[in-house]
Structures are given as structure tokens and as C-alpha cells.
């Protein structure tokens, strides 16, 4: 008894042990939630062609938020990649922002439609947009976060990629340049197992990512990337090491995709339903879910509220951005060619 106990009271206290007050890790909560019944849109408005592509981060929710609460937003950098719709919902875009940008309409402000979707960006919360070619987001951030460091603020940048980017020299060259120069960085890897169809074993001889970060001279941490405040500890500390002037880190979330790649994927020709299906029991959404009834702060009641306020959030970004205009052919030209001075 005496044992239960004391565990119950471990689990009580971990939100309140990294800082987060109950109103935070609801919070948490309830962006990991948005995310993925946004996401879950997504898939479905591809489905009959009413949009032409979705690359999901469903099941990187933990990762995502996790890493995006530590951050100040509108202050600190992100330079994300395609799966981070989390991650940038965390940091301030909205779901009919998302939307917009999956149909391609007028008024995105990623790139007001020129752009595929999942190209993500704000000027406005030093949301860094990225390019297509995987890795490209690595170096750039390491640019970012020399730029800081020769301005003397106390900013930092955070920049995602999945395990297969670090297949890439992108990636070499980015952690190799803010090991030598400390830079305020941190380098989030979602190792979700799989780069499309390859799977990691056959991406790289060492079992862990983070194994790479002693190569360039910063540390390496493996997070439980299914387990929201496991990540958000360690990118606490990384975010209060690099603020210190100490310098970059990486971090391996550990996670998985239960979905295919992208809306034109098929999964089932590289894995198995059993491996899914048993990655679907680390659920992070029912993870956060349990934990939170462990510590009353959710139950039954407050589980279907959440989702029914969710559905109408999506309902609406889903009825505005298909209600949206197309942007004028003219704006193709926008932001291309300078003007010439007479």
C-alpha cells in the first residue's frame, strides 16, 4: 500500500516538478488534441480529392508540444518541418491558418497559397518557413542561431526533422557549425522509425540518434517522444543551457507514425498492422489522457467536452478556408522580382 502510494504522489507532482502549473499541462493537452482532430480533417478532405495532399504528424503530438512549450513565443526562433502542425499550433497558428494552407486559398500566411501546405510560416512568431528537401531546415537554423549569438540577445532556435534527415549532409554541417561556434540552438529529431518506407536500422549504424551529438562536441538526450512532459523536461534544459550561452543540444524523441507517410503512401507495403497497432497503444493523446485522471485534473465529462470544442474549431477553419477565394494569378509574380529604380 505504502508503495502505491508514494507512486501515486510521483505521478501527482511530475507536471508541477518541471514548473507547469495545471492550467499549462491542460494546455498541453488540449493542443495535442487540436492538432491531431485537425489532422484527422485533413486525411478526410483528401480522401474525396477536395484537397490534393496531406503529410500528417499524427502521433508526434507529445514531440510537437513538448518541445514548442519551452520556447517564448513570438521570441525565440522555430524553423520547422512538414510534420510540425503541433508544433506551430503551439506557437500560435491557428487552425484556419492550417486550412487555408491545405486548400490553397487566399490569405495563408505561409506564403498566401503559392506553397504547398505544411510549409510552415509567420513572420510575426519567428516562424521560419522551410523548403521541400528534407534536412535543408538544419544548416539554416544553425545560420539563425549564429546571428542571435552575434547580437548579443538571448534567443534560441528550435529546428525539427525526422531520423531520416540525418542521413542527409545537411545535418553533419549544421550540428558540425553550432558545436564549433556554440551556437543557441537545439536540434529536435522525431525518430518516428521510418524515413517513407526505410526503416532507421537501415539509415544508420548506431541504434540511437543522439549517439551522433558527441561527434560535434554538444550533448545527445533520448526522450519518450509518445510522453509530452518527458520532452518538454529536456527541452527545458536545453532551452535554460543555450540561453546561458552553453551552446546547442540534440534531442531524440522516440515516436512513431500509426498513418503512412503522406496522403500518397501506402504503409502496408513496408510494415506490418501488428507493429502498428501495438505503436498505437502508446497513444500520446490517451497518455496525456491518462495521466491527467491519474492527477483529477480530466475525467469521462471533460474528455468528450474537449472533443466536441475541438470538432467545432475544426468545423470552423474547415468552413472558412473552403469559403476562401483563390488567390489572383497575378500574385504568382509577388515577392520574385525586385523593382527597378529609375
Known amino acids: 500500500m505504502a508503495t502505491q502510494v508514494a507512486e501515486k504522489i510521483a505521478l501527482e507532482i511530475t ?5 507547469l502549473s495545471d492550467d499549462q499541462v491542460l494546455e498541453m493537452y488540449w493542443a ?7 489532422d484527422e480533417r485533413m486525411w478526410i478532405l483528401h480522401r474525396p480529392h477536395l484537397v490534393a495532399f ?24 522555430a524553423h520547422p518541418y512538414y510534420r510540425d502542425m503541433a508544433t506551430v499550433l503551439t506557437l500560435g ?12 486559398r487566399q490569405g495563408e500566411p505561409s506564403s498566401n497559397g503559392r506553397q504547398m501546405p505544411s510549409h510552415f510560416g509567420s513572420r510575426a512568431l519567428n516562424i521560419v518557413s522551410g523548403s521541400s528537401p528534407v534536412a535543408t531546415q538544419i544548416p539554416q537554423a544553425a545560420g539563425i542561431a549564429f546571428a542571435i549569438k552575434y547580437k548579443k540577445t538571448d534567443q534560441v532556435v528550435l529546428t525539427c526533422f525526422g531520423e531520416g534527415s540525418t542521413a542527409e549532409g545537411d545535418f553533419h554541417e549544421g550540428l558540425n557549425w553550432a558545436g564549433i561556434h556554440t551556437l543557441p540552438v537545439i536540434f529536435l529529431c522525431q525518430n518516428n522509425q521510418y524515413a517513407i518506407s526505410v526503416p532507421a536500422a537501415k539509415q544508420m549504424a548506431v541504434p540511437n540518434v543522439a549517439d551522433r551529438a ?5 550533448p545527445g538526450v533520448i526522450v519518450d517522444g509518445n510522453d509530452v512532459l518527458d520532452v518538454y523536461g529536456a527541452m527545458r534544459d536545453a532551452v535554460a543551457r543555450a540561453r546561458r550561452g552553453q551552446g546547442a543540444t540534440l ?11 503522406s496522403s500518397d503512401d501506402d504503409d502496408r507495403t513496408y510494415r506490418s498492422r501488428a507493429e502498428v497497432e501495438e505503436w498505437k497503444k502508446r497513444d500520446p493523446i ?10 483529477n485534473l480530466l475525467n469521462a465529462q471533460k474528455i468528450v467536452e474537449s472533443d466536441a470544442r475541438a470538432k467545432q474549431v475544426v468545423d470552423d477553419a474547415d468552413e472558412f478556408a473552403r469559403n476562401a477565394p483563390y488567390p489572383p494569378a497575378e500574385a504568382a509574380l509577388g515577392n520574385v522580382w525586385g523593382q527597378v529604380k529609375s
Open 15 to 19: 507536471h508541477r516538478a518541471l514548473g
Open 32 to 38: 495535442m488534441l487540436l492538432a491531431r482532430r485537425l
Open 54 to 77: 496531406h503529410i500528417s504528424g499524427i502521433g508526434h503530438e507529445a514531440a510537437q508540444v513538448g518541445a514548442a512549450f519551452a520556447l517564448k513565443r513570438g521570441y525565440d526562433y
Open 93 to 104: 497558428m491557428t487552425p484556419r491558418d492550417l486550412m487555408l494552407a491545405l486548400f490553397g
Open 214 to 218: 558527441r561527434a560535434y562536441g554538444i
Open 251 to 261: 534531442i531524440e524523441a522516440k515516436t512513431y507514425r500509426p498513418v503512412p507517410h
Open 286 to 295: 490517451l497518455r496525456m489522457q491518462e495521466y491527467l485522471t491519474r492527477v
